[in-house]
């Protein structure tokens, strides 16, 4: 697997630059860790991989295909985004994954593990979503993104809401995927991040750089 993003570039709605020639590589079992002050596009950034959100400038591959060649439905279920917080919806979670299984993608249909085996929480996916808590969302959401078996996870401050020893388990998980993850986290980044990646605001001048991408 080989994700590439090369020279991504965001426009805010008053027409200046969010981000700007965002370039990154991720391959299989890499966590690329992004940081950066609030508001300089990291959530943003995950959602254009995902084609979640448009974008101006700027050319994502997957293995060398384009979210185009996939399908769009098809790359997002190869290039899953997971939020830090998911909308809470009518029904429960097991209502919710059933009828995302009834959705006709190839992947949908043939690519699926037990999100129940992998989040080791039988007893909250027949609640309601709003009788669970915030964590118990978050870990619940990010079972069902690991069911799917993606190429990519892309994660937008995955364990915000769990618990220290909860925070561990899930970051050893992890470590079996291909991750781009969104972390205010310094010891995360420091525990689970074969990159680190800093995304600046922008300052539209040339001599500024807007990321920057350490080993």
Known sequence: MHLEVERL???KADGTFLFRDVSLSLKDKEILAISGPSGSGKSTLLKCIA???????????LNRKSPE????????????????????????????????LSFK??????????????SQQDESWDKEWNQLSGGEIQRIS???????????????????AL?????????????????????HNPEQERRIATN?????????TEDNADVSIDN
């Open 9 to 11: 570039c965001k426009l």
């Open 51 to 61: 084609q979640l959100t448009l974008y101006e400038e700027g050319i994502i591959y």
């Open 69 to 100: 060649d996939y399908g769009i439905p098809n790359w997002r279920t190869r290039v899953m985004y997971v939020p830090q917080r998911a909308p809470v919806m009518p029904g429960s979670p097991m209502e919710f994954y059933q009828k995302m």
């Open 105 to 118: 993608h190839q992947r949908s249909r043939n690519c699926h593990v037990d999100p129940i085996e992998i």
């Open 142 to 160: 990010l079972a069902i993104a690991l069911s799917c078996k993606p190429d990519a996870l892309l994660l937008d401050e995955p364990t915000s």
């Open 163 to 183: 618990d220290p020893d909860t925070c561990l388990l899930v970051e050893e998980s992890l470590k079996e995927y291909a991750c781009i993850l969104v972390t």
């Open 196 to 204: 680190s990646f800093m995304l600046r605001h922008h300052v539209d």
